[in-house]
Each structure stands twice: as C-alpha cells, then as structure tokens.
C-alpha cells in the first residue's frame, strides 16, 4: 500500500456517536498522508481521502438529523455490529483506520482486529483518541485504547500525561502522538457586537453550550437554566442561546435523563433566550461570550479568542470535569459575570491544551501524518497489533468487554453474534427503531422516577 503515489488515500471510519462519528471523520482528513507531506489543508474534496464511514450499532448511533448537523460527508456509510465491521475489515483494503469509540469498543476492535489480521502484514495502520477534555478514567480510558499504533493526544498535556500512565505499567508508549482537536477552526474573533442591535448589526451575544450528562440532577441543571434565564431579562438587548446537543429522544456520547429542552417548558423566556442546535462552530460564528460548566465548546471558543467562562456556580469538581480548567484563567460565576467580568485566558495554560490560538494549528497534524507515512513504508509491512490487555494480563477484565461485542477471550465472534449479510429489512427496522424508543424512554422518563423512589 504504496503512499508515495499521488493516489487518494483510503481511510475507514468505525463510530459509535454523533461527536465521535464526528471526531473520527475529522481526525481522517487531518491524518490522511499526503503525497508531498504539506501541511496545508486540502483544497477540494478530490484531494481528500476517500472515506468509508462505519456506525456501530447501539444506543447512541447517530440518527440522520444529528449526521446532518455534524456536516461530515464520507463517500459511504453504513450502520454495523462489531462483527459485521470485523468482517468488512478482513475484506476491504484501507490504509488507515479511525477507531472513534468509547474505550471498550476500542479495545474490543482491537483485539478482533488482531485475529482477522493474523499472520497479515499488510493491514491498515490503526489510530483512535479522545474526542475532547481527558478528565476521567484516565488509566482505564488509555489502557483500552493500548494496542492501536497511534493514540492521538490533543494537547502537549495529554501526551505527557499518556506516556506517563503507559510506562508506568511497562506498556510501549510510542504510539502516544501529540495532535490538537480536529474540530478547531473558525475565523478569529473580532470584537462585541452591537449592545443595542440597531444599524442592523448583530446584538451582542451570549452562547450557553450545554452538556448531556453535567451536570446529571434536575436542581442543577434547573439551577443553571434559570441564572441563563435571568441574565437574558437583565440583558433585554442581548441575544441569549442555549446550544443544544440532541433534540428529546436522540443520544449523544453520553446519556441525557434531564433534557433543558423539557426544563425550560415550566419557565416563560423573554423574547431574547432562545433554543439552538447546529453546528458548534456556525453557533460560535456570532458568539460573543461562550458560556459551559466543561464543555470542549471551550476549546473551541478559546482557539478563536473568543471570551470564555467556565462556571464556578456549582464548585470546582472533578464530576463536572471543571477542574481540567484550573490554570486557565476562565473561571468565573454568573455573578461575575452579571456584574460585568469578563475572564482573561492564560496564555502558558491555552499553548499546553493544543488550543493553537497563536496560529501553529496547521501543523499541529504533521507528526501525525509522517507517522502513519513510516508505517506504511515500514519494510517488511505492519506488525501485528498487540494490546497491552491480554488473557493473561487481565483474566478477569479482558472477556467481558470482549462479550459485550459479541467476542470470545481470542477475538472470534461468539456463537450466535449478530452479523447478518445484508441490510435489515422493513420489519427488522421497525422493530430495531422501537426497541431503541424504549431504551431511550426507560432512560428519560422510567429510571429518573425509580431513582426519586428510591431517595424517598
């Protein structure tokens, strides 16, 4: 698989949500070799790879609206079960795969990979990553991604912190490679809006980015949307937006019991607060305060020098995931915030997070790229893929993250796995569509009630 030919690059993409459907595409197009090595995005959709995307079928596998909203095209798609991909794995010929997953199914790929890839030297060179703020399950999130030639690291933060953990366990850490978030971009911010909206310019505005699981009780999250609320009365010239993940119903990376959509029903708005989805960046196009208790909104905001907060409100706590910005300089309250404080970042903390406000993010991709280059002109093809999680290393992890993809201890599909030939038929659709319904209402409506039950 010769990547010094001015050929287009061919480049699998196996996700299981909207954001990391969307990480994982991205990450496909800044990582793709090229055949010069320029650093310079690609100008036309011809001198991208070609893309093959593949969605894992389970809770949160995107729906048709949320990959419309993404705005990444791929010249095909299709939904599978781990051993259906397994198997296009086996048959297809790729240069490089993209494992956007939570790090279960990463591991389990892994290791299903390594089975149909045996005694196979030319294979695709295997990367996956984080799609945002590492500030949870650092060794466990890592460990399960060990085994994939590159673990792509967003910030120089990350990648200290990610060698640490392997060569702390004597796992190879060369696979940990510095990149920046994919999804950054944007035109630079260039000052307030017009407070009063007159003259036909755009009111000045503030943009909420909300999150599905923090925080995950009603009084908090009631608590957030009313300080919103307010700050919209207070500012009736103000233009005040609630960015919204999913619509009720839809699942993203994380699960959603509390949606604000239904919160704000027993609350009357002002005309100047406002629901919104879309795209992040068409959103962050006429923000003028972003506003998250952790959102990787932050990030993005932050890149384009746009002023940012990070909510103190509700303390600074590591299941917020708001202590990942100590340093940044963003921290504030709503009401410091009501009282006119605008936060400055810090520059040191922005340069470590690979925020690359200072212009270098155009590079921030090549020590990824002339990688995956050397592997694939590695002499004598790729070597075989070897987590640092085995039967031995973890008898007692290891297969039950495998079962729940339908794997045995080897990596071969279990008895029964599902893996049909074809694409489901109208009936297995529906059918599928209503189990998913009632996945999705048991969590939103059923498990909410048990759990007050339960605190009673």
């Known amino acids: 698989m010769p990547v010094s030919t001015p050929k ?119 990367v996956t990553g984080y799609v945002g703020v590492v500030y949870e399950k650092l060794a466990d999130g890592l460990l399960l991604r060990h085994g994939a030639d590159l673990v792509l690291a967003n910030s120089r933060q990350d990648a200290d912190r990610f060698r640490a953990v392997y060569e ?27 407070p009063s909206g007159k003259q036909g310019r755009r009111p000045y505005t503030v943009v909420f980015a909300a999150q599905p699981s923090v925080p995950d009780n009603r009084r908090d ?27 009720p119903g839809e699942h993203t990376t994380h699960i959603e019991e509390l949606p604000y959509q239904k919160l704000v029903q027993r609350l009357d708005p002002p005309a100047n607060f406002r629901l919104v989805y879309g795209n992040m960046g068409e959103v962050l196009d006429r923000t003028d305060l972003l506003v998250t208790v952790s959102s990787t909104a932050a990030l993005e905001s932050l890149h384009r020098r746009i002023p940012t907060v990070v909510l103190t409100d509700l303390g600074i706590r590591e299941s917020l995931g708001n202590h990942h910005f100590v340093g940044s300089g963003c921290l504030a309250s709503w009401d410091q915030l009501d009282a006119g404080h605008r936060p400055a970042p810090d520059g040191e903390w922005v340069s470590r997070q690979g925020v690359a406000a200072d212009g270098s993010y155009d590079s921030a991709f090549d020590a990824a790229r002339k990688r995956i280059t050397e592997l694939l002109d590695r002499p004598g093809g790729m070597p075989p893929l070897t987590p640092y999680y085995t039967p031995v290393t973890a008898p007692g992890y290891l297969p039950g993250i495998l079962a729940r993809h339908h794997l045995g201890p080897d990596g071969t599909p279990l008895p029964g796995a599902p893996a049909a030939d074809k694409e489901p038929g109208p009936v297995r659709q529906i059918v599928r569509r209503a189990a998913r319904g009632a996945y999705r209402h048991g969590v939103q409506r059923v498990a909410p009630v048990i759990r007050r039950m339960g605190e009673l």
């Open 168 to 194: 702390g366990v004597g796992a190879d850490a060369s696979a940990v490679t510095e990149v920046a978030l994919p999804f950054l971009g944007g035109a630079p911010y260039e000052g307030d809006h017009d």
């Open 8 to 126: 287009r690059p061919r480049i699998a993409v196996l996700a299981d949500s909207d954001t990391r459907w969307k990480w994982g595409a991205l990450t496909a197009d800044r990582i793709a070799p090229r055949p010069s090595m320029e650093a310079a995005p690609r100008e036309g959709a011809q001198a991208g790879p070609l893309l093959d995307g593949f969605l894992l079928r389970g809770r949160a596998t995107p729906t048709p609206r949320q990959l419309e909203e993404v705005g990444v095209r791929a010249d095909s798609l299709r939904e599978v079960t781990a051993v259906e991909f397994l198997r296009a794995m086996a048959e297809g010929s790729y240069d490089v795969l993209v494992l956007s997953l939570v790090g279960g199914g990463v591991q389990a790929m892994l290791h299903g990979l390594a089975r149909v890839w045996e005694n196979r030297t030319e294979r695709p060179v295997v």
């Open 221 to 247: 999250r009631t608590y957030l949307l009313d300080r919103l609320v307010r700050h919209a009365r207070s500012h009736p010239e103000r233009e005040v937006l609630l960015k919204l993940r999913s619509k």
